[in-house]
Structure formats: structure tokens, C-alpha cells
């Protein structure tokens, strides 16, 4: 799961070598949101200060 | 700025990303330091970031491509300060050793908020943005940067995978979920 960014990242960079701008572009962005939800699924304790 | 010195440029930030995720793998692989779930979250912010200099590298700069680059950096500056936060109380020592006095998720704030305000500064040229077709679609130095970037993209999901198997990681990881016993090792066995 952690590693899905990560593989996504890996095909945009192939869709890149490949001359694919749009497919890189959309993989890219896919993996960035992948990202935002795994940060939102490990953000869970309370953070040891008071604002 | 022309299109070549924007694409110059942008070939040395993948470079010099690269060899941030370089240092993490060397602290990882010969200080047995393994990278935490916010750690690895900021990593994928800096292999996010590499991936919008590489398409700058490949088909030239564009205003969306500085766009990816810099919501990749804000994602992984949002990550290094949650991770920030989770140590700033008096008498926690942080997670992992210190590198060069700042442990690693203040360096990753400190160099996310560097991309961001580069992608920024580097938007304003606008002459970069005009067609070019003596522009050469390859050279050596953007072949390896490149080639760097995919090797780190990979190395990092694979390295992933050996970390935490198929789900999450845990908090505070020891050792490879996947090499220890029941793992690969069990798959392997006669």
C-alpha cells in the first residue's frame, strides 16, 4: 500500500522516457493524491501541543 | 531566460533531488536507519518533485509542469512539518539520528520550501515558455538525470514493498517485514 506513490511515480517517469507527456502528467498526479490519502491514514495521533 | 538555460537548470534540480534521496539511502541501507510512514511520504513528495523536473527535462519547460512540481513539494512540506510537530515538545529526542544537526524532516521542510520558492522564482521568466525547435529533445547530462530519477523512483517502491509488505507501515519500523520469518524467507524454502 505505502508503496503505491512510489510504483506511480516509477511509470511516470517510464511514460516520460517514452515521450508520453500526457500519460507521465496524469500518473503523476495520481500518484501526488495516493500520496495525500496515505498521509491522511497515518496523520492520526494527536499532536503534543496546544495552539 | 531561453528554453536551454531553463532546461539546464532543471536538469541540475533533478540532480541535486536525486542525491537527496541518495543520502536517504545511504542512512537507510548503511545505518540500518529504516524510514518511517512519514518518512516515506516525504520521500514520494521528493520523487514527485523529480518527476516535474523530469518533465521540464524531457519536453521542455511548461507552466504545469512547475505546477506539479510545486504541489509536490507542498505536499511533502505539509508531511515534514506534521512529522516536525509530532517531536517539538520539550524533551523529545525526535525520530532517527540528527544529519548535519537537523533531523532529517526539518532538512526535507527546509528543501521543500526551497523547491517551492525556485518553481516560483523560475515562473517568472517567461521567455523560457516560447517554442524552440533547436531545442535537442536528449543530451548525455539529461539521460542520466533521468535515468537517476527513475532508479530512485523504483529503488524506493521496491525498498517499500520489503519494508511493509502489501499494507501499511508500521510506526516505528525494525526490520524488513518481508525478509523476516513468514515472509519472502518462507516463500523461498524448500
Known amino acids: ?51 | 531566460m531561453t528554453p536551454a538555460l531553463s532546461r539546464t537548470l532543471n536538469i541540475l534540480g533533478l540532480i541535486g533531488i536525486c542525491v537527496v534521496l541518495m543520502v536517504a539511502f545511504v542512512d537507510q541501507l548503511a545505518f540500518g536507519e529504516l524510514p518511517c510512514p512519514l518518512c516515506l511520504l516525504q520521500r514520494a513528495g521528493f520523487v514527485g518533485v523529480a518527476a516535474a523536473l523530469a518533465l521540464n527535462v524531457r519536453f521542455g519547460p511548461r507552466p504545469s509542469h512547475y505546477g506539479l512540481m510545486i504541489l509536490s513539494a507542498a505536499v511533502g512540506f505539509a508531511v515534514a512539518v506534521r512529522q516536525m510537530l509530532l517531536h517539538i515538545a520539550p524533551g523529545d529526542a525526535g525520530f532517527g539520528a540528527p544529519f548535519l544537526g537537523l533531523h532529517f524532516y526539518s532538512w526535507a521542510a527546509i528543501l521543500f520550501g526551497v523547491v517551492i520558492v525556485g518553481a516560483a522564482a523560475l515562473l517568472l521568466f517567461d521567455r523560457q515558455f516560447s517554442f524552440d525547435p533547436g531545442l535537442p529533445t536528449w543530451s548525455g547530462l539529461a539521460l542520466v538525470a533521468l535515468g537517476l530519477g527513475f532508479a530512485m523512483a523504483l529503488g524506493n517502491g521496491v525498498s517499500t514493498v520489503l519494508e511493509c509488505a502489501g499494507g501499511l507501515c508500521p510506526d516505528n519500523p525494525t526490520s524488513y517485514l518481508l525478509l523476516q520469518e513468514g515472509g519472502l524467507k518462507n516463500f523461498f524454502a524448500p
Open chain 1, 1 to 51: 500500500m505505502m508503496s503505491l506513490p512510489f510504483f506511480g511515480f516509477t511509470l511516470a517517469f517510464a511514460g516520460i522516457l517514452a515521450g508520453q507527456r500526457r500519460l507521465a502528467v496524469a500518473l503523476l498526479a495520481l500518484s501526488l493524491i495516493a500520496t495525500l490519502v496515505l498521509f491522511k491514514v497515518h496523520a492520526t495521533d494527536a499532536l503534543p501541543i496546544s495552539l
